[in-house]
Each structure stands twice: as C-alpha cells, then as structure tokens.
Nanobody, 122 residues
Framework: VQLQASGGGLVQAGGSLRLSCAARLLTFGVSAMGWFRQAPGKEREFVAAINWGGTDANYADAVKGRLTISRDNARNTVYLQMTSLKPEDTAVYLC????????????????WGQGTQVTVSS
C-alpha cells in the first residue's frame, strides 16, 4: 500500500481528531499532498492540500479555521488536524498525491489511499 490513512474514529461534535497518511513513495518530498472526503451518497470533495515544502496550503471554505494540514517529509507523512468537528464532517477521508501545486481538483491527483472513516455525532 503506497498511501495508508489512519486516525479516524467516532467523536462527539466539538471534538478533535488527527488523521495521518503515511506514504511509501520515493517522490513524497517533492509531491503535493491532499485530503479529500466522501460522505455516503455524495461526491468526493476537496478538504485541504499542501505543497511539497509545507509552505503553502489550500483549504475548503467549509473547514477553514477548524482543520489544519501539515507534513513531515522526514517521516513521509501528511497530517490533518481536525478541531471543532461537526456532524457534517462525517465522511471517509482520503489522502492523495499530486505533482506540483496543492490543487483543489480531484483529477489533479494521481495516487489515492484507501481512506479512514470519521464519524461525528451530534
């Protein structure tokens, strides 16, 4: 498995989680990384993305100020710190790899992990 997401779980509204995505990629240190999510019956949507150096990030409006993306290139891992979680954040969260910039479009990403389930109860 080249991308392994973990850290999901069941949390009450207002709670926090930290997702991790461990990458087995020789090119991790030069790749942009993104987090997307997909809820049942809904299309996959962009959550956050970060450039190769961790100096530039993009966020979906729905998560700005609550979720933070970061990366540790020495550990080949990207993180998603989730705070003030809401029931509408419930979804499978997937990490993905892109070349170049931290883009928001799913079609820009060429490698996907299996995802981790996040469930937020009200």
């Amino acid at each position: 498995v080249q991308l392994q997401a973990s850290g999901g779980g069941l949390v009450q509204a207002g709670g926090s989680l930290r997702l991790s995505c461990a990458a087995r990629l020789l090119t991790f240190g030069v790749s942009a990384m993104g987090w997307f999510r997909q809820a049942p019956g809904k299309e996959r949507e962009f959550v956050a993305a970060i450039n190769w150096g961790g100096t530039d990030a993009n966020y979906a409006d729905a998560v700005k100020g609550r979720l933070t993306i970061s990366r540790d290139n020495a550990r080949n891992t990207v993180y998603l710190q989730m705070t003030s979680l809401k029931p509408e954040d419930t979804a499978v969260y997937l990490c993905a790899v892109a070349d170049g910039q931290p883009l928001t479009l799913a079609r820009a990403y060429h490698l996907w992990g299996q995802g981790t389930q996040v469930t937020v109860s009200s």
